[in-house]
């Protein structure tokens, strides 16, 4: 009985000898954190700077971004500058204030608080692959502390994707005339996990009009909500000025949600439109003419288009016999704006019934044709009209005569 | 002959009836001529002007062209100054008088023919040149030369055409002696070939042919209508006028299927002045023919009557 009795006080020893340093150390612990915060201010680190990545793989023109965190262990607020030293060249880099983003050069960071930046890096499109470095600097504002941190870069050949938020058109690039309106089609896809409220914007030429809507709505939109791991048709509206010039015009569409951006590049080509124009200075439509004489009418030819007007002619759909001279008969060229007088010589023949008859007058040119109506009036020469009556009045007098000649008795 | 003829066209022009006539046959053709002129004026983009002052003459602008209304009131002219010519004499009982003085009697009866048939051409030659100095002052240039000889030789078929009435009532003046039966005759006979005729043609015409069915049929009883309306001078006047102040006219009778074929390729293009009178040949000659023929009867039953105070 008395070894059972002393095995279990051995036992107990042997638990409490096992359990005691357990016990102390969490005790320790508890002790230490509390001593850490009783730990005076300049003993502690000013500040922290946490650069979240780095050995980061990006390809030539591609922008890359990332948190840069500057914590501060102190009770008292610290006032950090931060700026990018040894920037391989052409190379841009800033700090961004998170949001809204501005370029910032410094914060200030509360006590026992943390402030994220943004560190953007665009790389030239004509980088050389290769491994690279960038370094970055912060400093305390009463100089205790300075960190440099360098963050490597390894540039590939190519752009390396993304993810995330992506822009595709099937026709990034349409070709027409200034008066029509092009619609492209641009698939907007959410390959994140979350869904994305993505604000959509266009970048385009002055005097050009851009909307974005939904696909089969005809509501202009600019921002649209993503599910996730999702995708979204877009039609882009894109309406030139009225008289653009000819030429290649791009369109930038972006759509940015958070972190994620994507862009997609359009192309419009505009072709010259050609619009022949025809009238008379005065309006009037209408000339008089004397039947076997020359008479002029004018009128005037402009192209209201963009692209010069070539080679025109004029034909004059006229009655039979009858004479139509142009000068210029013929016109090379007529530059967009321009306008010319184009002088119109019409000879009735003599034979002419007098009366209103019509002429049209055609401009051609292998582009374009416009056709005029003019009503002439043709009067005849009055001496006919004198020797008509003449007739007449002879006739009538000749009757007479033999009326009196034979009806005397 | 010459005192005759002098003496009867001084009775003419002179004669309150003649004026009358003139008046009812002149202003209405002015009228019709000044119509068919604003016509021409008023769609003048679609009118060929080679033919415009035939065109003068054919336009149907007031209920009828100037051709067809002269074609009507024309043999009432022809009959008016024939009608008493020799009835008149006798009624009056001049003719024995007349005939006492140192006259042949032909000479009577061909002065007072004569007379009337130039009384017809001066009335006919005023009207187209009537029509011709209207046409000047409205149309505004000269008739060419082809518009000239087409409206002669109109005038020429409507002296002829005029004549034939005169004739025939100086032949039934001749025959009737008494003037009032001899007016109503010729006014009877110009009513039954004026107008009577071309219904007893189609009358006639559709008995010989009863239900025409084929193309054929229809273009037979067209022909034969023709032919049997063609008795009448007044169908030889308006056939001829038509082709003649129509150059593009250049058939009458209905063409017969089996002779379409031979027509292909033709053009329909105006002919010339002498196809025009080649055509209408036939016609002339026989209003010619019909004039000698109701004057020769005349003439001789003239020559062979007893003539009493």
Redesign the interface.
């Known amino acids: 009985m008395r070894i059972r009795r002393a095995h279990l006080v051995w036992l107990l020893l042997a638990a409490l000898v096992a359990f005691w340093p357990l016990s102390g150390t969490s005790h320790e612990t508890s002790e230490t954190a509390a001593k850490q915060q009783d730990i005076p201010d300049d003993q502690k680190e000013p500040f922290e700077l946490v650069m979240a990545y780095n050995n980061i793989t990006v390809g030539p023109g591609q922008e890359f971004e990332m948190d840069a965190e500057v914590v501060n262990p102190r009770r008292a607020s610290v006032r950090v500058a931060l700026e990018t030293t040894s920037l391989p060249e052409g190379w841009t880099a800033g700090f961004h204030s998170r949001y809204p983003s501005f370029p910032v050069g410094g914060i200030m960071v509360q006590g026992g608080k943390n402030t994220t930046l943004e560190l953007k890096v665009k790389l030239p499109d004509n980088v050389e692959p290769g491994d690279y470095e960038l370094g970055v600097t912060a400093k305390d504002s009463k100089g205790e502390k300075t960190e440099d941190v360098k963050i490597a870069f390894r540039v590939s050949a190519k752009k390396v994707d993304t993810g995330g938020l992506k822009m595709e058109s099937q026709y990034p690039v349409l070709s027409g005339t200034s008066d029509q309106t092009f619609k492209f089609g641009i698939d907007l896809k959410n390959e994140t996990d979350n869904p994305l409220t993505t604000a959509l914007a266009a970048q385009a030429p002055p005097g050009w009009v851009v909307r974005i809507k939904p696909q089969f709505e005809d509501t202009q939109i600019s921002s649209i909500a993503l599910k996730k791991d999702s995708s979204e048709t877009l039609s882009v509206e894109i309406q030139p000025p009225q008289l653009g010039d000819p030429g290649d015009f791009p369109i930038v569409v972006r759509a940015r949600s958070g972190n994620f951006t994507a862009q997609s590049d359009l192309k419009v080509t505009l072709a010259g439109t050609r619009v022949l124009n025809m009238g008379t200075a005065t309006g009037r439509l209408n000339a008089d003419v004397t039947?076997g004489e020359q008479s002029q009418v004018d009128f005037l030819i402009g192209n209201a288009g963009t692209a010069p007007l070539n080679n025109l002619a004029f034909i004059s759909s006229k009655?039979?016999?009858w004479e139509v001279n142009f000068n210029p008969d013929k016109v090379d060229s007529l530059n967009p704006g321009e306008v010319r007088e184009v002088k119109m010589e019409i000879t009735a023949?003599?034979?002419?019934?007098?009366?209103?008859?019509?002429l049209a007058v055609t401009t051609n040119s292998p582009d374009s044709s416009k056709s005029i109506d003019f009503r002439v009036t043709?009067?005849?020469?009055t001496i006919?009209?004198w020797?008509?009556?003449?007739?007449?009045?002879?006739?009538v007098l000749?009757?007479a005569a033999?009326?009196i000649r034979?009806?005397?008795? | 002959m010459p005192v005759v003829f002098w003496k009867e066209l001084q009775d003419h022009f002179s004669s309150l009836r003649f004026m009358i006539l003139l008046a009812l046959i002149m202003l209405p053709g002015v009228l019709a001529v000044y119509l068919s002129g604003q016509a021409i004026q008023a769609e003048v983009q679609s009118n060929p002007t080679e033919q415009v002052f035939l065109r003068l003459l054919t336009i149907e602008s007031f209920f009828f062209s100037l051709a067809t209304f002269l074609g009507f009131f024309g043999p009432l002219v022809g009959i008016t100054l024939g009608f008493d010519s020799i009835s008149g004499e006798y009624g009056r009982g001049t003719l024995s008088r007349v005939l006492s003085q140192p006259i042949y009697r032909d000479s009577l009866i061909n002065g007072k023919f004569l007379a009337g048939l130039t009384t017809l051409a001066i009335l006919w030659v005023s009207i187209v040149l009537v029509v011709i100095g209207l046409g000047i002052t409205l149309i505004g240039f000269l008739p060419n030369a082809e518009e000239l000889w087409r409206m002669l030789f109109f005038a020429i078929i409507g002296i002829t055409y005029t004549g034939f009435w005169l004739a025939l009532a100086m032949l039934l003046s001749m025959l009737l002696r008494r003037t009032v039966t001899a007016a109503l005759a010729s006014i009877a006979i110009w009513l039954f070939l004026g107008i009577f005729v071309g219904v007893l043609a189609g009358f006639v015409a559709g008995l010989i042919i009863q239900n025409p069915q084929t193309a054929e049929d229809v273009t037979r009883l067209a022909t034969i209508e023709t032919v049997l309306a063609r008795m009448s001078p007044s169908l030889l006047y308006t056939e001829s006028v038509r082709l003649l102040l129509n150059p593009v006219a250049r058939s009458l009778v209905p063409i017969l299927p089996e002779q379409l074929g031979q027509l292909e390729g033709l053009l329909i293009t105006p002919l010339n002045l002498g196809q025009s009178l080649r055509l209408i040949l036939p016609m002339f000659f026989t209003l010619v023919s019909l004039v000698a023929v109701c004057f020769g009867i005349a003439y001789i039953k003239f020559m062979r009557t007893e003539i009493r105070a």
């Open positions: 039947a009655p039979d016999r023949p003599d034979r002419a019934v007098a009366g209103d008859y019509m043709v009067s005849t020469p006919w009209g020797i008509g009556a003449f007739i007449v009045a002879a006739v000749a009757l033999v009326f034979l009806g005397r008795r």
